[in-house]
């Protein structure tokens, strides 16, 4: 694992091989101002099998999903979902029984439906790339996009739209960089 903090953002990586058969390698990038974070999940697995990143928002939070995204409504800030590198299959789960998924409990015999979203690739060797940005109720949350992700040997590169402004983050499981940038007129993913 490994550990970064800058006065531009915080970057933890961690590896698991707890999963038998399976190497996971997570890396979080939080960026400071503007505020978002960045989840990267590797996972290499002998078998090919479904990845799943759960992502739980608030009980009061109606969720939205379109385009390989999703976001949240609600009072007050809402947060949109996305993905780079490549689109996962994106769903949300609310109060499921079987399996057990989208619930909250504040005591011993309160549950709460609660949604989760959800990415998710089958494969040996899954990569996902989540960008979770918090967005207030003036923002249009359509406005929040991937520029461009690209992957290099040992490192990704993304590109991210938030409102009029760009940003690039360049990271690696043991750094991180992040500058403003200039909006392209066209989008790529």
């Known amino acids: 694992g490994a550990t970064l903090t800058t006065p531009t953002l915080d970057l933890v990586s961690i ?12 890396t979080m990038i939080h960026v400071k101002s503007p505020n978002f974070l960045i989840v990267d999940d590797q996972v290499t697995q002998k078998d090919s099998k479904k990845v799943v990143q759960r992502w739980n928002v608030g009980a009061d939070r109606t969720v939205k999903t379109g385009s390989g995204r999703a976001w949240t409504l609600g009072t007050g800030t809402n947060s949109v979902f996305l993905w780079a590198g490549g689109i996962p299959t994106v769903t949300t789960v609310k109060g499921q029984k079987d399996p057990l998924l989208g619930w909250r409990s504040e005591t011993q015999t309160q549950f709460i439906p609660t949604p989760i979203v959800q990415g998710s690739r089958t494969g040996t060797s899954v990569r996902l790339t989540a960008i979770i940005v918090p967005y207030p109720a003036e923002v249009d949350p359509n406005s929040i996009k991937v520029l461009r992700s690209w992957t290099q040997p ?8 938030i409102g009029e402004n760009a940003y690039r983050v360049i990271f690696a499981s043991d750094s991180a960089t992040f500058e403003p940038i200039d909006a392209p007129t066209v989008t790529v993913n």
Do not use: E, F
Not at 15 to 26: E, I, Q
Not at 154 to 159: A, E, I, M, Q
């Open 15 to 26: 590896t698991s091989t707890v999963l038998n058969g399976a190497v996971w390698k997570r």
């Open 154 to 161: 040992t490192s990704r590169l993304v590109d991210i739209a």
